[in-house]
C-alpha cells in the first residue's frame, strides 16, 4: 500500500504559500500517519474542529480598522501616520505588501483549503479511516467541510478572481508544471458542487449531530444547511456580476435569481425572519441597532436572522473607532464619510436627501428638495438605520434612564460549617458562632462571573455585634485555601436595622481568577466562598439577599459634540488620531456602555438573512425586472419581486416602501443605495463597488463635514479629504503575493499575476 505518511518536507515545496507545516498539528518529523490520525475518534474530531479554525474572524482585522476604512464608507483618522490605511490612501499597494489582505489572505486560504482536502480524502478511504464513528455524525463533519472548501474558495474569488481548483491532497510527485488558474466560472461551479453535495446528504433526524438546518447554543460556529444555501447566493451574484461574467457564461442574472431565491426560500421555510425585536429605549435605538450590539444564538431562539456570525472577536469599536469621550478609547478609527451618511434616506418621505453632487469634489450635493431634507439641520428624520450606524453631531453617546442593570447571581448557605448554627427565618438566615474559627461555605456560582465595571458581594444584614475581623475564602479549587482570601480585614458593623454590605471582588478575580477562570483548579461556575465570621462564640448576624452583583455605571448622557473644538470635535492635524477626520464616528456594532471596563460591542455577522433577501433582489431586477414575481423555490414561502425583497428590508425600520412602477434603471439607484445602508460596514461596500465596475465613480476620495459653532448655531461645511488613488481598474481585483507569482512562474512558465500588479 502507498505510504499515506504525512511527509512534511513535501508540503514545504508544496503549492499557495503551504510552506508552513503549522497547520497540520502533527508532529514535526512526521512520526504520525494519517491512519494514526483517521483511527481514532477523538483525533478524527480534532482533524475536523482544525479546519473550522481558518474560519475568519471578520471585524477590525486590518490593522485595527475595518474593511470599511478601504472604501468610501469611511476614512480612518490614522491616515497620517504609519498604517495600512495610511498605506492604502497613499497608494502604497503592491504584490509584495497589500494593505487590505489583513489576516485572511491567498495563503490563509489555500491552507484552509489544503486542510479540507486532506480531512474528505481520509475520512472516505476506510483504508485510512478505521475509527468508529457514528455515521451521521461522519457525514454532519463531511457536509460541514465541503461548505466551508465552498467557502474558502468564494473568499479567494472575491479578492482575486479565478483560482487553481485543488480537491485533493498534493501527492509527492505531483507535477505543478500542469497547474493553472481555473475560470471563473468554473470556480463557481466547484462552489456550487460543493454545496450541492452537502446538501445532498439527508438530514439525520438527530439533534446533535449530522448536517442539519437546527443546532443548539452551545453549537456555535457549526456550519448549517443555511449557510450552505447562503453561500450559494453569494457565489452567484458575484459571478453575474459585470466585474466577473463572462459571455456566453451559464451564470446569467436569470440563473443567479434562481439560485438566489431558492436560497432565500429554504431559509424562510426554516424559520428564519429578520431581527424585529424592539428593545428597551435606554438599550438601543430601534431593532436594527439592537440586532448589531446582541450576539447571536444560534439556536434561533430569538435572533431568527443570523446565518453565521463571526465567532469570538467582538468588534471593540469602544476602543478602535472610539470617540474621545469614550473611557479607554485608543483612536477615532474608520469615520463614516459624507457620502455615507447622504445614503440615508428621510423617514417621512422614504426619499433621498441627496442626488448627487454637482460638482468633481462633493462639495455641491444636489438636494432632492422633495425629500424633505433641511441642510440647516441635516440630522433631521433621517433613516432609523442612520441613528443605529453613525455618531453625528450632538447625538446621544448614552442612551442611559439612569438607572443601573446589574446582573445577580444569589448565593445560599450550606450545610459545610465550623462552629456556626444556621437557622433559616422569615428574614433570612441567621448565623450564630459557637466556638472559635467559625465559618460556612455557599453555595457553588453555577455560571461565570458576568463582564462588569464593579463586581462586588452584597447582602443586606442585621448583627448584634460589630465583627472586625471577617474573612471570605475564594474556593477555586475545590475548598479553602491559604492566602487565597481576602484576609481578615472585613468589618461588619453591629447594626439592629438592615443595612447593605459591599465587599469588592476586583483583587480576587485579577489574582485568583475567581468566578472567571479555572486557573489550574475547577471551571469558574464551581467557584464558591467560605465565610468567615470571627474568632469566637457569641455573634449573630441575620443575612438576606446574599448575592455576587455584576454592573457597569451608565456612561454620562454628554451628547457627541463633532464641531471644532467639541469633546469629540473633527480634527485635521494628521498626527492626531483620536479625533475624526469626517465629523462622524463609527456607532454600528458599539455598545453605548462598552468602555475600557466592559466590552460589551457586537460581533460581524458573516451571513444572514437580511443579505439574502437584497441578493435576490438584485438578481431579480437585473433578469425580470422591480415589478415581476419569482415563484417560490421551496415549500412554505412564497412568490417574490425584487422591490417586495428591498421593502420587508425597509420595513424593519419603519421606512416607506419603494413605490411600483420604477424602472430598471431607476430601481438600480434605489436598490443600490439600499443595500449601501443596509449592509453598511459589513464588508459588503468593498466588494460590491468592484463587481459592479462603479470603483472609478466612488473611490479616488471621501469627503466629511466640518462644523462651526458660534453661539447656538451651526454652520456646516462640506470637506473633501485627500485621494487616494486606489480606485483604478487594477483595484478591481488583489494583487497574489509575489512569491506565490514568482513560484508559479517556474513551474508553469506562466505568470499569474492580476491585470496591473
Given at each position: 500500500m502507498k505510504n499515506r505518511i504525512l511527509r512534511i518536507v513535501a508540503l514545504v515545496i508544496g503549492l499557495f504559500g503551504l510552506g508552513s507545516c503549522a497547520d497540520l498539528d502533527l508532529p514535526s518529523d512526521g512520526r504520525m500517519s494519517l491512519e494514526d490520525m483517521f483511527s481514532d475518534y477523538f483525533r478524527t474530531r480534532n482533524y475536523f474542529n482544525a479546519v473550522k479554525n481558518y474560519m475568519p474572524q471578520v471585524g477590525f482585522a486590518y490593522g485595527q480598522t475595518p474593511l470599511a476604512s478601504f472604501s468610501d464608507e469611511a476614512h480612518d483618522a490614522s491616515d497620517g501616520v504609519s498604517s495600512n490605511v495610511n498605506n492604502w490612501y497613499n497608494n502604497r499597494t503592491s504584490s509584495t505588501s497589500n494593505p487590505v489582505a489583513g489576516d485572511y489572505s491567498w495563503e490563509h486560504y489555500f491552507q484552509a483549503i489544503r486542510k479540507c482536502n486532506t480531512f474528505l480524502a481520509s475520512i472516505n478511504d476506510p483504508n485510512i479511516a478505521t475509527a468508529v464513528i457514528d455515521e451521521d455524525e461522519k457525514n454532519g463533519w463531511i457536509g460541514e467541510v465541503m461548505v466551508m472548501r465552498a467557502f474558502y474558495y468564494l473568499q479567494l474569488v472575491k479578492r482575486f478572481g479565478g483560482v487553481p481548483l485543488i480537491s485533493t491532497p498534493y501527492e509527492v510527485t505531483h507535477d505543478f508544471s500542469q497547474d493553472r488558474r481555473a475560470t471563473l466560472e468554473e470556480c463557481i461551479d466547484f462552489i456550487l458542487a460543493d454545496c450541492d453535495a452537502a446538501l445532498a446528504i439527508p438530514e439525520s433526524g438527530k439533534s446533535t449531530v449530522g448536517f442539519r438546518w437546527d443546532i443548539s447554543d452551545n453549537e456555535r460556529g457549526t456550519i448549517t444547511r443555511a449557510f450552505a444555501y447562503a453561500v450559494k447566493s453569494q457565489a452567484a451574484l458575484y459571478a453575474a456580476s459585470p466585474l466577473f461574467y463572462a459571455a456566453g457564461s451559464k451564470y446569467t442574472w436569470e440563473k443567479a435569481t434562481e439560485i438566489t431565491k431558492e436560497a432565500l426560500d429554504e431559509c424562510l421555510a426554516h424559520g428564519f425572519k429578520l431581527f424585529d425585536t424592539t428593545p428597551p429605549a435606554d438599550i438601543a435605538q430601534?431593532?436594527?441597532?439592537?440586532?448589531?450590539?446582541?450576539?447571536?444564538?444560534?439556536?434561533?431562539?430569538?435572533?431568527?436572522?443570523?446565518?453565521?456570525?463571526?465567532?469570538?472577536?467582538?468588534?471593540?469599536?469602544?476602543?478602535?473607532?472610539?470617540?474621545?469621550?469614550?473611557?479607554?478609547?485608543?483612536?477615532?478609527?474608520?469615520?463614516?464619510?459624507?457620502?455615507?451618511?447622504?445614503?440615508?434616506?428621510?423617514?417621512?418621505?422614504?426619499?433621498?436627501?441627496?442626488?448627487?453632487?454637482?460638482?468633481?469634489?462633493?462639495?455641491?450635493?444636489?438636494?432632492?428638495?422633495?425629500?424633505?431634507?433641511?441642510?440647516?439641520?441635516?440630522?433631521?428624520?433621517?433613516?432609523?438605520?442612520f441613528y443605529a450606524s453613525i455618531y453625528y453631531n450632538n447625538s446621544p453617546r448614552s442612551l442611559t434612564s439612569g438607572n443601573i442593570d446589574k446582573t445577580l447571581i444569589p448565593l445560599s448557605f450550606t450545610e459545610t460549617v465550623n462552629n456556626v448554627t444556621a437557622v433559616s427565618t422569615d428574614d433570612g438566615v441567621t448565623l450564630s458562632t459557637t466556638g472559635g474559627d467559625p465559618w460556612i461555605f455557599t453555595t457553588m456560582l453555577n455560571e461565570v462571573l458576568p463582564a462588569g465595571e464593579k463586581r462586588l458581594i452584597t447582602f443586606e444584614y442585621k448583627s448584634n455585634k460589630t465583627i472586625t475581623n471577617a474573612e471570605f475564602f475564594y474556593c477555586v479549587a475545590g475548598g479553602p485555601q491559604g492566602g487565597v482570601s481576602s484576609g481578615e480585614n472585613i468589618v461588619i458593623e453591629e447594626s439592629s436595622e438592615w443595612k447593605r454590605f459591599e465587599y469588592d471582588l476586583s483583587t480576587a478575580i485579577a489574582n485568583f481568577g475567581f468566578g472567571v477562570n479555572a486557573n489550574g483548579g475547577q471551571e469558574p461556575a464551581n467557584h464558591f466562598l467560605r465565610f468567615d465570621l470571627s474568632g469566637n462564640a457569641g455573634y449573630e448576624i441575620t443575612i438576606r439577599n446574599f448575592n455576587i452583583e455584576s454592573f457597569t455605571s451608565p456612561p454620562d448622557a454628554t451628547p457627541v459634540e463633532t464641531f471644532v473644538g467639541g469633546n469629540s470635535g473633527i480634527s485635521s492635524d494628521v498626527t492626531e488620531t483620536r479625533f475624526t477626520r469626517t465629523g462622524y464616528y463609527l456607532r454600528k456594532f458599539n455598545n453605548y456602555k462598552s468602555n475600557v471596563n466592559v466590552d460589551a460591542d457586537g460581533l460581524m455577522k458573516i451571513f444572514r438573512l437580511g443579505e439574502l433577501y437584497l441578493n435576490f433582489a438584485e438578481a431579480a431586477y437585473q433578469s425580470v425586472g422591480p415589478d415581476a414575481a419569482v415563484e417560490s423555490k421551496a415549500s412554505g414561502a412564497g412568490a417574490l419581486s425584487a422591490r417586495e425583497a428591498v421593502n420587508i428590508i425597509r420595513a424593519r425600520v419603519n421606512m416607506p416602501p419603494l413605490p411600483a412602477g420604477l424602472n430598471a434603471e431607476e430601481f438600480e439607484v434605489r436598490y443600490r443605495n439600499e443595500r449601501r445602508v443596509e449592509l453598511a460596514f459589513e464588508e459588503h461596500r468593498f466588494f460590491d463597488v468592484r463587481r459592479w465596475k462603479i470603483l472609478n465613480e466612488t473611490d479616488k476620495f471621501v469627503t466629511g463635514m466640518r462644523i462651526v459653532k458660534s453661539d447656538n448655531n451651526y454652520t456646516y461645511n462640506r470637506i473633501k479629504l485627500q485621494d487616494r488613488n486606489t480606485n483604478t481598474d487594477k483595484y478591481l481585483l488583489q494583487p497574489i503575493s509575489q512569491s506565490e507569482v514568482s513560484k508559479m512562474a517556474s513551474y508553469t512558465g506562466e505568470d499569474w499575476q492580476n491585470p496591473g500588479w
Amino acid at each position: 500500500m502507498k505510504n499515506r505518511i504525512l511527509r512534511i518536507v513535501a508540503l514545504v515545496i508544496g503549492l499557495f504559500g503551504l510552506g508552513s507545516c503549522a497547520d497540520l498539528d502533527l508532529p514535526s518529523d512526521g512520526r504520525m500517519s494519517l491512519e494514526d490520525m483517521f483511527s481514532d475518534y477523538f483525533r478524527t474530531r480534532n482533524y475536523f474542529n482544525a479546519v473550522k479554525n481558518y474560519m475568519p474572524q471578520v471585524g477590525f482585522a486590518y490593522g485595527q480598522t475595518p474593511l470599511a476604512s478601504f472604501s468610501d464608507e469611511a476614512h480612518d483618522a490614522s491616515d497620517g501616520v504609519s498604517s495600512n490605511v495610511n498605506n492604502w490612501y497613499n497608494n502604497r499597494t503592491s504584490s509584495t505588501s497589500n494593505p487590505v489582505a489583513g489576516d485572511y489572505s491567498w495563503e490563509h486560504y489555500f491552507q484552509a483549503i489544503r486542510k479540507c482536502n486532506t480531512f474528505l480524502a481520509s475520512i472516505n478511504d476506510p483504508n485510512i479511516a478505521t475509527a468508529v464513528i457514528d455515521e451521521d455524525e461522519k457525514n454532519g463533519w463531511i457536509g460541514e467541510v465541503m461548505v466551508m472548501r465552498a467557502f474558502y474558495y468564494l473568499q479567494l474569488v472575491k479578492r482575486f478572481g479565478g483560482v487553481p481548483l485543488i480537491s485533493t491532497p498534493y501527492e509527492v510527485t505531483h507535477d505543478f508544471s500542469q497547474d493553472r488558474r481555473a475560470t471563473l466560472e468554473e470556480c463557481i461551479d466547484f462552489i456550487l458542487a460543493d454545496c450541492d453535495a452537502a446538501l445532498a446528504i439527508p438530514e439525520s433526524g438527530k439533534s446533535t449531530v449530522g448536517f442539519r438546518w437546527d443546532i443548539s447554543d452551545n453549537e456555535r460556529g457549526t456550519i448549517t444547511r443555511a449557510f450552505a444555501y447562503a453561500v450559494k447566493s453569494q457565489a452567484a451574484l458575484y459571478a453575474a456580476s459585470p466585474l466577473f461574467y463572462a459571455a456566453g457564461s451559464k451564470y446569467t442574472w436569470e440563473k443567479a435569481t434562481e439560485i438566489t431565491k431558492e436560497a432565500l426560500d429554504e431559509c424562510l421555510a426554516h424559520g428564519f425572519k429578520l431581527f424585529d425585536t424592539t428593545p428597551p429605549a435606554d438599550i438601543a435605538q430601534n431593532a436594527y441597532a439592537y440586532y448589531f450590539i446582541n450576539r447571536s444564538d444560534p439556536s434561533r431562539s430569538v435572533d431568527k436572522e443570523t446565518i453565521y456570525e463571526t465567532t469570538s472577536a467582538r468588534t471593540n469599536v469602544w476602543k478602535w473607532a472610539g470617540t474621545p469621550i469614550t473611557a479607554g478609547a485608543e483612536k477615532a478609527g474608520a469615520g463614516p464619510s459624507q457620502e455615507m451618511v447622504d445614503a440615508y434616506g428621510m423617514q417621512a418621505t422614504g426619499q433621498m436627501p441627496v442626488l448627487g453632487y454637482s460638482d468633481a469634489q462633493h462639495l455641491e450635493p444636489i438636494i432632492n428638495t422633495a425629500s424633505g431634507y433641511d441642510p440647516a439641520n441635516p440630522y433631521v428624520g433621517r433613516d432609523p438605520r442612520f441613528y443605529a450606524s453613525i455618531y453625528y453631531n450632538n447625538s446621544p453617546r448614552s442612551l442611559t434612564s439612569g438607572n443601573i442593570d446589574k446582573t445577580l447571581i444569589p448565593l445560599s448557605f450550606t450545610e459545610t460549617v465550623n462552629n456556626v448554627t444556621a437557622v433559616s427565618t422569615d428574614d433570612g438566615v441567621t448565623l450564630s458562632t459557637t466556638g472559635g474559627d467559625p465559618w460556612i461555605f455557599t453555595t457553588m456560582l453555577n455560571e461565570v462571573l458576568p463582564a462588569g465595571e464593579k463586581r462586588l458581594i452584597t447582602f443586606e444584614y442585621k448583627s448584634n455585634k460589630t465583627i472586625t475581623n471577617a474573612e471570605f475564602f475564594y474556593c477555586v479549587a475545590g475548598g479553602p485555601q491559604g492566602g487565597v482570601s481576602s484576609g481578615e480585614n472585613i468589618v461588619i458593623e453591629e447594626s439592629s436595622e438592615w443595612k447593605r454590605f459591599e465587599y469588592d471582588l476586583s483583587t480576587a478575580i485579577a489574582n485568583f481568577g475567581f468566578g472567571v477562570n479555572a486557573n489550574g483548579g475547577q471551571e469558574p461556575a464551581n467557584h464558591f466562598l467560605r465565610f468567615d465570621l470571627s474568632g469566637n462564640a457569641g455573634y449573630e448576624i441575620t443575612i438576606r439577599n446574599f448575592n455576587i452583583e455584576s454592573f457597569t455605571s451608565p456612561p454620562d448622557a454628554t451628547p457627541v459634540e463633532t464641531f471644532v473644538g467639541g469633546n469629540s470635535g473633527i480634527s485635521s492635524d494628521v498626527t492626531e488620531t483620536r479625533f475624526t477626520r469626517t465629523g462622524y464616528y463609527l456607532r454600528k456594532f458599539n455598545n453605548y456602555k462598552s468602555n475600557v471596563n466592559v466590552d460589551a460591542d457586537g460581533l460581524m455577522k458573516i451571513f444572514r438573512l437580511g443579505e439574502l433577501y437584497l441578493n435576490f433582489a438584485e438578481a431579480a431586477y437585473q433578469s425580470v425586472g422591480p415589478d415581476a414575481a419569482v415563484e417560490s423555490k421551496a415549500s412554505g414561502a412564497g412568490a417574490l419581486s425584487a422591490r417586495e425583497a428591498v421593502n420587508i428590508i425597509r420595513a424593519r425600520v419603519n421606512m416607506p416602501p419603494l413605490p411600483a412602477g420604477l424602472n430598471a434603471e431607476e430601481f438600480e439607484v434605489r436598490y443600490r443605495n439600499e443595500r449601501r445602508v443596509e449592509l453598511a460596514f459589513e464588508e459588503h461596500r468593498f466588494f460590491d463597488v468592484r463587481r459592479w465596475k462603479i470603483l472609478n465613480e466612488t473611490d479616488k476620495f471621501v469627503t466629511g463635514m466640518r462644523i462651526v459653532k458660534s453661539d447656538n448655531n451651526y454652520t456646516y461645511n462640506r470637506i473633501k479629504l485627500q485621494d487616494r488613488n486606489t480606485n483604478t481598474d487594477k483595484y478591481l481585483l488583489q494583487p497574489i503575493s509575489q512569491s506565490e507569482v514568482s513560484k508559479m512562474a517556474s513551474y508553469t512558465g506562466e505568470d499569474w499575476q492580476n491585470p496591473g500588479w
